[in-house]
T-cell receptor, first 111, second 118 residues
Framework: EDQVTQSPEALRLQEGESSSLNCSYT??????LFWYRQDPGKGPEFLFT???AGEEKEKERLKATLTKKESFLHITAPKPEDSATYLC????????????FGEGTQLTVNP | GAGVSQSPRYKVAKRGQDVALRCDPI?????LFWYQQALGQGPEFLTY????????KSGLPSDRFFAERPEGSVSTLKIQRTQQEDSAVYLC????????????????FGEGSWLTVV
């Protein structure tokens, strides 16, 4: 069974204080790992897809990296508008088109 | 449309009532997904359509849940005889392609239908 564990559950940062969110996964053949951002009352918004260990992707203050067992979402010099819940999901070769999500990390960036 | 559209956005149902939730995917998107998200949790897969074919319904929690996409575009998730544990946000998502994942096959989510069963 595919499993995704995200840590920490919640993270409070000061504006400009860089940090990383962790996503550990267990999957029988990774097809893709996804990062989404979710604001309160909204649906998940796509950020990145990573396919293989060693891959990195960047978008503004966010950088996602992938190893064989985990992914990190690095946030550099965050701003209050980066406050949201960040969700990690995996898709396995054996699980068709379904995504298995973690429970998310709730990020708060204080001005 | 510009994004995935869901209706109603909010629904309060009395226990035992039937409800129907509608999803309008992005125009031309082949794949359509339904997910259920309980408060404070990540989304959980319910079912997947490729055009009008329901290829995976393994996540539907009981036979009270039924989904259809008869013409390969709009989809409806129906919940019969609702129970309190059905209270959640129901998210619809769509993607352009199907089958093998490729770099352009991003999965886009709607804003969800919030169901409260009282």
């Amino acid at each position: 069974e595919d499993q995704v564990t995200q840590s920490p559950e919640a993270l409070r940062l000061q504006e400009g204080e860089s940090s990383s969110l962790n996503c550990s996964y267990t999957v029988s053949g990774l097809r893709g790992l996804f990062w989404y951002r979710q604001d309160p009352g909204k649906g998940p918004e796509f950020l990145f897809t990573l396919y293989s260990a060693g891959e990195e992707k960047e978008k503004e203050r966010l950088k996602a990296t992938l190893t064989k067992k985990e992914s990190f979402l690095h946030i550099t010099a965050p701003k209050p508008e980066d406050s949201a819940t960040y969700l990690c999901a995996v898709q396995a070769w054996t699980s068709g088109s379904r995504l298995t999500f973690g429970e998310g990390t709730q990020l708060t960036v204080n001005p | 449309g510009a994004g995935v559209s869901q209706s109603p956005r909010y629904k309060v149902a009395k226990r035992g009532q039937d409800v129907a939730l509608r999803c309008d995917p992005i125009s031309g998107h082949v794949s359509l997904f339904w997910y259920q998200q309980a408060l404070g949790q990540g989304p959980e897969f319910l079912t997947y359509f490729q055009n009008e074919a329901q290829l995976d319904k393994s996540g539907l929690p009981s036979d009270r849940f039924f989904a259809e996409r008869p013409e390969g575009s709009v989809s409806t998730l129906k919940i019969q005889r609702t129970q309190q544990e059905d209270s959640a946000v129901y998210l619809c998502a769509s993607s352009l392609g199907a089958g093998v994942l490729y770099s352009g096959n991003t999965i886009y989510f709607g804003e969800g239908s919030w169901l409260t069963v009282v």
